[in-house]
């Protein structure tokens, strides 16, 4: 019984051993750059970091991505604005951050190349809100009285939950234990196509479960009041 259990966990080993080759050969693996808070409390990306953002499990869509020393996804490092350019800001979240395609076509890349004498800056990070994005140009007001144009990107759907700023959680998703786990890359493969969703949803279906709470399925009626309701409360914190 012992040698069966013995030859059994050598295999498995061997098998994740393979596994985890396999993944690194045909780089399945999404490489997410590590996030900080700067000095002035601005979340983004830790500066000067260079790799691939994958999406999909058969790399459905790959992009380059280069991390500035000011912590957004460009390919310009200086964001010090002259007085004998123009130069236009481009704030917003995932759509102007760009991991969806490589740093040299980004929009505002796009937006540069099709302009002249203009130099378009990319303040772009996944998850960003309104609050976010206006607490990053109040942080920064002196770089941005600079700029000729700021654009500020928002979804309706989404970036008006919050009416005032507050420190996201987003930083706790960047821990050391993360970051040893982003080594394992047949872990992040598995994370990211959502074959580890029922493991990780495990212990809250085990919490609610001793607890006896039930989920509660709402009516269309309820739901379209739910919606109605989040609606006016995006558009007060609009205002």
Do not use: C
């Not at 976010?132 to 970036?159: G, P, Q, S, W």
């Not at 939950?161 to 420190?167: A, G, L, Q, V």
């Not at 959680?169 to 029922?198: C, E, H, M, N, W």
């Amino acid at each position: 019984m012992g040698s069966i259990i013995k030859k059994l966990i050598i295999y498995t080993a061997l098998f994740l051993l393979v596994l985890e080759g396999l993944v690194r050969l045909f780089h399945l693996h999404n490489e997410m750059p590590n996030r900080f808070s700067d000095a002035k409390g601005v979340e983004k990306w830790v500066p000067n970091q260079s790799e691939y953002s994958i999406t999909g499990n058969r790399k459905q869509n790959v992009g380059q991505y280069r991390i500035n020393d000011f912590g957004f996804n460009s390919v310009h490092d200086n964001y010090e604005p002259k007085e004998d350019a123009f130069e236009i800001a481009l704030v917003g979240d995932s759509f102007i951050e760009g991991f969806h395609e490589d740093y040299t076509n980004s929009l505002g890349q796009q937006i540069e190349k099709n302009l002249s004498n203009t130099k378009v800056l990319e303040f772009g990070y996944a998850g960003y809100d309104l609050a976010d994005e206006l607490h990053l140009i109040h942080a920064y007001k002196d770089l941005f009285e600079k700029i000729d144009h700021t654009f500020i990107y928002i979804r309706f759907t989404d970036d008006l939950d919050r009416d005032t700023y507050k420190e996201s959680s987003r930083l706790r998703l960047d821990t050391p234990f993360s970051r040893i786990a982003k080594q394992i890359k047949l872990l992040v493969y598995l994370k990211d196509i959502g074959a580890l969703d029922p493991v990780l949803q495990l212990p809250g279906r085990i919490k609610n479960f001793i607890s006896g709470k039930k989920e509660i399925s709402l009516s269309e009626e309820e739901l379209r009041k739910q919606e109605k309701l989040k609606n006016e409360l995006s558009l007060n914190n609009f205002k």
